[in-house]
């Protein structure tokens, strides 16, 4: 490990720490309906819309409909990209005449995009049409992330709310998350990308001679666009197969600093929105401590593994870390810290190939999936993740002071406890019943490229990947049916399963009164809570894929240390 | 109540729940219990592999897990046991006090014998001397001295009276002096002794509503770690070992939370008993529970803030008047005055030397006694002089209209005594005022630590109290309370029940008039006083059978110590896993990879460390249950202080105990040479 190296995280986290209370704020006044700076460009707009659609802005909903309108979007704009993909080849903007997608990749693709996950089956650069890339893989970049963001606004109304009947109005927080929170940040930062040297055009790919005498394709189309909200979006999803390590995605350290920024802004962001929400900054800044925590242990665990090295290179006389599958521009260090928190986020954005780390350095991006990615986590999803987590600690920890457990005044009774556990089983089911199965089926291991626990490893990370809705891949696999089917069907209910409790929980706790704080009152806002919450996201969440990690990378590494590889 | 001093392991109640754990094994009883019923499957299981893991050596592992998985649903059962073992008893007792009652019923004006349970609702029965009330009822004619030791535990008897707030008698209680009637208030089964018998011996036990939350936290945590426990299988297929479903078994029985899901009924069952201890009676759990969340508790201020009555502490002489005259004078005036404050201006002027000439009313003296309409009460003498004590505006108006001098005399001191708290009164003869006498409340012994302690417990205390605004605030201010109600009524006691109830905050109250009976049943938590009507009572949902309304506080306290208690065994339970982890993984996939060495940081045999952890499993339940009995020790105090403390011992003790105990464990099975199989 090297000061420069703690230097680029230390100037990451930096820039997160100052941004998050101006954006976090601004995103209260947007969903509140308060003017803000971009009101006058935006508002009209923002009532075309809702003209254009018939969107009653000042109808509220209460959390059945809203929920019904966030499963009924998403299904209606899954089915729209799953049939874009499917007649790709029938379309403009489709330089290099790529052919339609088949069946299973088109519902993996669409469930990938609608879910925020951005899995990708696929390489960008020789499956998908810039038509494809734009109105389809984008449109999705925003709308995913946007609709995330709505729910934990609706949550956040949910938590400060009184004997309230309604949570807000879906259709008018998407259009506010996209309009006026993703789109303008989206846009300057796609600016400033293409000042980096990201491509924006719609050219065919060139080719080139290159030194060696072949001939090399070089792709070419509308990068920069997709990559910030790539980030932004916490979608993960690159232009080309390469993801952000690629020269195109991610040309210089300043590009790399940019995306990563933008991979946790929202999620840091919203902390503080929250507590705007409940009229108390404290009870954000103790999740936002929490995250905080558990972000910088992750990132020093997996930066210490990859500078440690592999012991079996050293045998072979080569000192130093692990620069296998790094990008040697940005080191071990950017690479380290790229992987952290593309995973404690729910992005899967990928300067580095995780599948190359050194065991223990690849068990920190499957950890942090694991915990459920609200280590700032998704747009939107990582909030109102820490919250059911928030929600079983208070319930938990709050019964030792002898009272019914509160949070933020509201009592945490049957109903609470039944949706926030049953939030929290999404997780472990949907990743380790379908990697049970993968790792005896024949379809399972027919693409594995690895053997042993690594190629457990591989099977382990892309469920705990898919699941979490990250799409970061460990790599070594290759699409098949069973994957594109069964990581569709993974995604799909890691996203919805999770999404509906939730709301659902916001409306439970938008129609309780509050109970006044007391000295006996159990608080939220003391170090002792930021303890206990990471407490029981590492008992109750993490520690539950102890045992699978255990066959996967933790035992690749003590047989790494014995000088075996696979 | 009878057994009230019960050891937590009397023989009594031993040997019957040793007895009745092994009856509670049935799959249907554990099926209220999703944690503890998979434990027994699990036990079944292993004994089934047991028998035809015969031929490869490994029975004798697969017998010890079984053994020591029935163990622990024998030990979680015997704990529900022991919990309800008390009741039982108390039960048994109560029961005997109910057998062949013979009651004496009025029909048409004449006598006829019955058995009790031929009495229905509405019937008249007489009770006299050495009978036994045969059930529930309303006296209607005469008065009598009861002895209600069989219901309360108290020997000293009551005086139960036609009309007012101490009509109502309970069956199992024996009239001890008189004559009275009442009417039967309860069916057969459905009185007074037939619910303290149900409710005491848990019959009618429903799970309250944390417990349910809590029961659903438990099963969602079991389903992740069945999930977790069972891809094991496929996992290990993968990595080349042969999966061993039981000790599959072991390591889930190890992960779920066994320990609080063995215990959580017998918490629950306990925190009633400990209310019971007290003599309350708690008409569910529900109501105990809710103490634990009471925000405000009302508080009479008669009987709980005050002793009893306001006492007469001084008495002033006017100007020019004499002493002794004076003192006189207020002796003869109140001495036909029963009323505690009566009886104590005759202590105070008797101790003052108003008794040195004649105790004795002069011959032909009449006594006039108290009454609303004039505020006074005094004496008549036969040479037409008067003495008058009463209210002052009273007293002027009597001097004035008498033609008496000034009646401003002393209104210094009147209004002195009036603005601390007393109740001033003024004592005249026809002619002029004599002097003064203060009233003043006597706070019970150490009313301000009591009520600093609820408010570090975050709670708010209330006082309710006829008195006016300027005494009310005078005596809340001595005692400490947070916020009084002066001149309450039953309906503005109702008032501030809704206005608290409105804000977010639980109430607590007690009472036993039958105005009080709206507010008992709109208060959260309403204890009525058992010496109280028949209506305080059914409205209320507990009652106090020593009618100490001080009790409130008390029963506050256990309803916290019961969420407590639950709280901080479920946080052990779940911290307890870290170790466990590090205890069977190892050992079960050492043989496929012997790397997996470094985990076991135990450094437990890997033949005895599945073992070792199910054992220690099984008797950390045994270990905790005088805990889960008695309930966590509860100091009052403000939240953030109670929390470190149980997070401290319950949460990172909950980390570390077990290593500790799952090495001992382990190194005792290897001298003992049990380290399973080869």
Redesign the interface.
Known sequence: MTVVGWLQAAVVFALVCLLVKPVGAYMARVFEGERVFLSPVLAPVERGIYRLCRIDPAREMGWKPYAFSVVAFSLVSFLYLYVLLRVQAFLPLNPQGFGNLAPDLAWNTAISFMTNTNWQFYSGESTMSYLSQMAGLGWHNFVSAGAGIAIAIALMRGLSRRSASTIGNFWVDLTRAVLYVLLPIAVVGSLLLIWQGVPQNFSGYTTVKTLEGAAQSIPQGPMASQEIIKELGTNGGGFVNANSASTWENPTGFSNLIELVCIILIGGALTYTFGRYVKDQRQGWVLFAAMTTLFVAGFTAAYAAEAAGNPIVHALGVAGGNLEGKEARFGIAASALFATITTDASCGAVNAMHDSFTALGGLIPMFNMQMGEVVFGGDGSGFYGIIYYAILTVFIAGLMVGRTPEYLGKKIERREVQLAILAALVVPVFALVPAGIASVLPAGLATLNNAGPHGFSEILYAYSSMVNNNGSAFAGLSPNTWWNVSGGVVMLFGRIAIMIPVIALAGALAAKRAVPATAGTFTTTSPIFVVLLIGVILIVGALTFFPADALGPIVEHLLNQQGKQF | MVSRSRSLFDRSILFPAIRESFVKLNPRVQLRNPVMFIVEVGALVSIFYAFRDVRNGQASFDIAISAWLWFTVLFANFAEAMAEGRGKAQAEYLRRTKTDTIARRLVDGREERVPATQLRRGDRVVAEVNDLIATDGEIVEGAATVDESAITGESAPVIREAGGDRSSVTGGTRVLSDRIVYVVSANPGESFLDRMISLVEGAQRQKT??E???S??LA??T???V?????????????GATPSVVVLIA?LVCLIPTTIGGLLSAIGIAGMDRVLQRNVLAMSGRAV?AA??V?TLLLDKTGTITLGNRQATEIIFAPGADETIVYRSAYFASLADETPEGRSIVTLSLSKGAGDGSTVLPAGAVVVPFSAYTRMSGVDYTDGSQLRKGAPDAVRAWVSQNGGGKTDVLAAEVDRIARAGGTPLLLADRGRILGCIGLRDILKPNTRVRFDRL??????TVMITGDNPLTASAIAREAGVDDFLAEATPETKMTLIKREQG???LVAMTGDGTNDAPALAQADVGVAMNSGTQAAKEAGNMIDLDSDPTKLIEIVEV???L??T???L??FS??N??AK?FAI?PAM?VAA?P??D??NIMRLNPHSAILSAIIFNALIIVALIPLALRGVP?RPR???A???E??LI??LGGIIVPFIGIKAIDLILGVLHLTGAS
């Open positions: 509503p944390n349910i939350a809590l659903i936290l969602g945590l389903i992740i770690f999930i977790a426990v069972a891809t094991l299988a496929p996992f290990s297929i993968y990595a390591l529970e634990g969340d925000d408010r570090a417990m975050g709670i708010r804000e977010g905050r309803g916290k110590q969420l407590m639950r709280g901080s479920t946080t779940i911290a896993d870290v982890y993984l996939f990879y790397a997996m470094a985990l509860y403000g939240a953030e109670v929390l470190r149980n997070v319950y949460g």
